[in-house]
Structure formats: structure tokens, C-alpha cells
């Protein structure tokens, strides 16, 4: 009982409504704790797992040498243990410098009528394939906009298509 409520079997804690049981005298409380338990393990395990994936994969792009600023690339490997191919993906995202829109926004005003909200959507994010017809239209202006933006390199994925291995025999 937990003094709070008549035949209780719960323990309170600090939200009233999340109870936690106290093991009492349910069969179902060893079994909720073997899977808590079972959860806790397998998250653990995971977590390594996801520690030693990534650093197989900044293995495979050095060994490879992948320095895209962005996209993809393909690679296929034989060799005398086996084969694989693989594509290394490089991210990349734009982000304006808050305090350089207001002057933007008057040099794209003043050179198209509606250019910035071409550009920009109400968030202020770059809208990739005007910033890229802006550079083949008007190169000047392609070169303000660009001195507003912060180019970050995302995390490269890396994506296995296929591995066979050969056998010794």
C-alpha cells in the first residue's frame, strides 16, 4: 500500500499520473521487469553498435578518400577477398545570417520586384533551385546573396548496395 490510496500497490512519484509498481504481488511485475531489464540491454548494445558503425564509416571515406563538398559518388571494389559497392552521400544545407536579410531583402527589392520572396520563404530558408537560376541569371546578385548565406557540410551517409564474399576453398 502506498498510504496515498486504500489497497494501493503502486508507489507514487512526482506526476500523479505515472504510477511505478512496486513489484508487489503481480506475476506480471517479474516479466515487466525482465523485458525493462532486456530494454535497457538492448538499447546498451545498440549504442555501441551505432559507436562502431560510425567509426567504420569514416574508415571506409578515408580510405577512399571522399572529399565532395557535395553530393554522391559511387564505388565498387573487387578484389581477392570479395566485393562490394557503395555510395558516400555529402550533405550540405544553407542558412541566411539573420541580421544580413534586412539589407538583402532591399538589394533583391530593388533589383526584381519579388525576388526575395522568390528566394526566401517566411522562415528565411533558401529555396536551392532559385539560388541556382539567380547564379545563371544574375551573377551579381548571386554574389550578395551568397555573402548572406552559411554554407554547414552535413554528415556523410554511407549506403552498402552489395558485399560477396569469396570463399578460400
Known amino acids: 500500500m502506498c498510504g496515498q490510496c486504500p489497497q494501493c500497490k503502486y508507489k507514487h512519484t512526482k506526476n500523479p499520473n505515472r504510477k511505478e509498481n512496486t513489484m508487489a504481488d503481480l506475476s506480471a511485475d517479474d516479466a515487466l521487469f525482465d523485458v525493462t531489464k532486456r530494454l535497457s540491454e538492448a538499447k546498451r548494445v545498440e549504442a555501441e553498435a551505432k559507436e562502431a558503425r560510425i567509426a567504420v564509416e569514416a574508415e571506409m571515406i578515408a580510405l577512399v578518400g571522399f ?22 552521400t555529402q550533405p550540405s544545407s544553407r542558412s541566411i545570417v539573420e ?3 534586412p539589407a538583402l531583402k532591399k538589394i533583391l527589392v530593388a533589383a526584381q520586384r519579388g525576388l526575395f520572396g522568390k528566394l526566401f520563404t517566411v522562415k528565411h530558408s533558401l529555396d536551392a533551385k532559385a539560388y541556382a537560376a539567380l547564379k545563371k541569371e544574375n551573377g551579381d546578385l548571386y554574389l550578395e546573396v551568397a555573402k548572406a548565406l552559411i554554407e554547414k557540410p552535413g554528415k556523410i551517409g554511407v549506403k552498402l548496395d552489395s558485399i560477396e564474399a569469396v570463399s578460400n576453398e
Open 67 to 88: 572529399k565532395k563538398a557535395k553530393g554522391s559518388e559511387g564505388f565498387a571494389y573487387r578484389g581477392n577477398r570479395g566485393a562490394s559497392k557503395f555510395t558516400l
Open 99 to 101: 541580421d544580413r536579410i
